[in-house]
């Protein structure tokens, strides 16, 4: 009766249960002609795009894709930077760090540093370092800054700045200089005022308010006299040449003596190109 029954089943071979194969044995299997053309279609069906949807492609190269701008931008005092700062952050979502405001919150609020940043301010000097790196840093740092991107503002202003953002992991994509000639920005300066209600920036002879009820409450910044200004001024130009010599290789110059929308075409178009660049990065997962 055995007999019968080897004859029609197949002869069967049990292992014990979790037993791996001897070291000749899957040798022997990993290089058999079988085993390795088993192998090689194993591999290129797993690379096959048939694998991977479409849809989970897309997925794929979109979550590749989400690396956020990184952008600074500086100029002399009344360059502009506040409007364009406006522009960009409506269209590509930045969030905007300036180093300015959140000086004035400090001076606003009364600390020790808001004092001591105030003395500085008001002779037309630097505020030191030591007082702003740490604010900027912290800003950065937040949560919305990591995930939105950042346009910072007015910062750095020297080499040692720079030097302190590098040394924290903060390096930008592009850097935008604007650039204005000195009579003008004089005149922008000294013309400027900003309602205290609002946070907006107005100009007398520029863009003026449009109602006497606005007209009526606008304030002049203390450091925005023509004597201030030049001493900004002055201060400006001795430190940015030394800003400039460390992001050379990704500074873009922008005339800002003309029109807010012609300025900000310049801006845009740069901005969407690097955009364009980050987002064609290919994609290692489907490589």
Same mark, same amino acid.
């Given at each position: 009766?055995? #007999?019968?029954?080897?004859?029609?089943?197949?002869?069967?071979?049990?292992?014990?249960?979790?037993?791996?194969?001897?070291?000749?044995?899957?040798?022997?299997? &990993?290089?058999?002609?079988?085993?390795?053309?088993? &192998?090689?279609? &194993?591999?290129?069906?797993?690379?096959?795009?048939?694998?991977?949807?479409?849809?989970?492609?897309?997925?794929?190269?979109?979550?590749?894709?989400?690396?956020? &701008?990184? /952008?600074?931008?500086?100029?002399?005092?009344?360059?502009? +930077?506040? @409007? *364009?700062? =406006?522009?960009?952050?409506?269209?590509? !979502?930045?969030?905007?760090?300036?180093?300015?405001?959140?000086?004035?919150? =400090? /001076?606003?609020?009364?600390? =020790?540093?808001?004092?001591?940043? +105030?003395?500085?301010?008001?002779? !037309? *000097?630097?505020?030191?370092?030591?007082?702003?790196?740490?604010?900027?840093?912290?800003?950065?740092?937040?949560?919305?800054?990591? *995930?939105? #991107?950042?346009?910072?503002?007015? %910062?750095?202003?020297?080499?040692?700045?720079?030097?302190?953002?590098? #040394?924290?992991?903060?390096?930008?994509?592009?850097?935008?200089?604007?650039?204005?000639?000195?009579?003008?920005?004089?005149?922008?300066?000294? !013309?400027?005022?900003?309602?205290?209600?609002?946070?907006?920036? %107005?100009?007398?002879?520029?863009?003026?308010? #449009?109602?006497?009820?606005?007209?009526?409450?606008? $304030?002049?910044?203390?450091?925005? @006299?023509?004597?201030?200004?030049?001493?900004?001024?002055?201060?400006?130009?001795?430190?940015?040449?030394?800003?400039?010599?460390?992001?050379?290789?990704?500074?873009?110059?922008?005339?800002?003596?003309?029109?807010?929308? =012609?300025?900000?075409?310049? /801006?845009? $178009?740069?901005?969407?190109?690097?955009? *364009?660049?980050?987002?064609?990065?290919?994609?290692?997962?489907?490589?």
């Amino acid at each position: 009766m055995a #007999g019968c029954v080897n004859s029609i089943s197949p002869p069967v071979t049990l292992y014990p249960p979790r037993v791996s194969p001897s070291p000749a044995a899957r040798s022997s299997f &990993l290089f058999s002609g079988d085993s390795v053309h088993s &192998l090689y279609r &194993l591999r290129r069906v797993s690379r096959s795009p048939s694998i991977v949807s479409p849809k989970f492609q897309k997925q794929i190269v979109t979550a590749e894709k989400t690396e956020p &701008l990184k /952008i600074m931008i500086s100029g002399a005092p009344a360059s502009g +930077k506040g @409007t *364009q700062c =406006e522009l960009i952050t409506h269209k590509y !979502g930045l969030v905007h760090i300036s180093a300015g405001d959140l000086l004035r919150a =400090e /001076i606003a609020s009364g600390s =020790e540093n808001g004092r001591r940043a +105030k003395e500085y301010m008001e002779k !037309g *000097q630097l505020v030191p370092d030591e007082i702003v790196v740490m604010m900027v840093k912290d800003r950065l740092s937040q949560t919305d800054s990591k *995930q939105n #991107g950042w346009l910072l503002d007015g %910062y750095p202003r020297s080499s040692s700045q720079a030097t302190a953002l590098k #040394g924290f992991g903060f390096q930008p994509d592009l850097f935008i200089l604007l650039e204005v000639p000195e009579d003008i920005l004089i005149e922008r300066v000294v !013309g400027r005022r900003l309602d205290p209600v609002t946070g907006k920036i %107005y100009h007398l002879k520029y863009s003026p308010p #449009g109602t006497e009820e606005i007209a009526a409450r606008l $304030t002049q910044r203390f450091d925005d @006299t023509e004597e201030k200004a030049k001493l900004r001024l002055k201060t400006h130009n001795q430190n940015v040449s030394d800003v400039l010599s460390m992001y050379d290789d990704i500074t873009i110059k922008i005339k800002g003596n003309r029109s807010k929308e =012609e300025v900000f075409a310049h /801006i845009d $178009t740069a901005l969407s190109e690097l955009l *364009q660049q980050k987002n064609s990065a290919p994609s290692s997962l489907l490589s």
